[in-house]
T-cell receptor
Framework: KAGVTQTPRYLIKTRGQQVTLSCSPI?????VSWYQQTPGQGLQFLFE???????NKGNFPGRFSGRQFSNSRSEMNVSTLELGDSALYLC?????????????FGQGTRLTVV | AQSVTQLGSHVSVSEGALVLLRCNYS??????LFWYVQYPNQGLQLLLK??????LVKGINGFEAEFKKSETSFHLTKPSAHMSDAAEYFC??????????FGAGTRLTVKP
């Protein structure tokens, strides 16, 4: 069965622009989480969606938003990009919204803000 | 709230030597603990997880970890390192809110 698919893999944007990243979870998985990975901050939790509802949110400014569609696909949007938003953005899907469920990660979208 | 601390951002071992990657956690509820591995330009792959029950957990690729509640630790070990083990390893904790928190990661280098 297909894994978690993130598109695009690489993206270059200019400061002040906005960007939308896409994540298609494993078929049947209803929970999608997003993480930001940077060399300085490591892996930081952005938000989690389950059945089209945001269930958890990390400590990021309102410029970071997301949504989940009825087919469980998820998008995250970053508005008014800053240089510090350059990072690898990882999406993970899991079968259910329980703490001991394994999360399956996509390969990530590497965003560079110039 | 929960958090993890990984001791040592970089560990270097010789091929065939013991691998020990340290992880300590903090959690106000019984924790679920995970180890993930990340190869360059890849996402994270689950190595093993502790939920309840047996405190010694065996994972893929010969790795195992032991949950020690008294020490709030979940260290990852492998008896004999292979060159293919070179990667970044992340310890993670999940609690009642289902928001998984990751450690800063430990980069493992394996010398021939």
């Amino acid at each position: 069965k297909a894994g978690v698919t993130q598109t695009p893999r690489y993206l270059i944007k200019t400061r002040g622009q906005q960007v939308t990243l896409s994540c298609s979870p494993i078929s049947g998985h209803r929970s999608v989480s997003w993480y930001q990975q940077t060399p300085g901050q490591g892996l930081q939790f952005l938000f989690e969606y389950f059945s089209e509802t945001q269930r958890n949110k990390g400590n990021f400014p309102g410029r970071f938003s997301g949504r989940q569609f009825s087919n469980s696909r998820s998008e995250m949007n970053v508005s008014t990009l800053e240089l510090g938003d350059s990072a690898l953005y990882l999406c993970a899907s899991s079968l259910a919204l329980v703490p001991n469920t394994e999360a399956f990660f996509g390969q990530g979208t590497r965003l560079t803000v110039v | 709230a929960q958090s993890v601390t990984q001791l040592g951002s970089h560990v270097s071992v010789s091929e065939g030597a013991l691998v020990l990657l340290r992880c300590n956690y903090s959690s106000s509820v019984p924790p679920y603990l995970f180890w993930y591995v990340q190869y360059p330009n890849q996402g994270l792959q689950l190595l093993l997880k502790y939920t309840t029950g047996a405190t010694l957990v065996k994972g893929i690729n010969g790795f195992e970890a032991e949950f020690k509640k008294s020490e709030t630790s979940f260290h990852l070990t492998k008896p004999s390192a292979h060159m293919s083990d070179a990667a970044e390893y992340f310890c993670a904790v999940s609690g009642g809110n289902n928001d998984m928190r990751f450690g800063a990661g430990t980069r493992l280098t394996v010398k021939p």
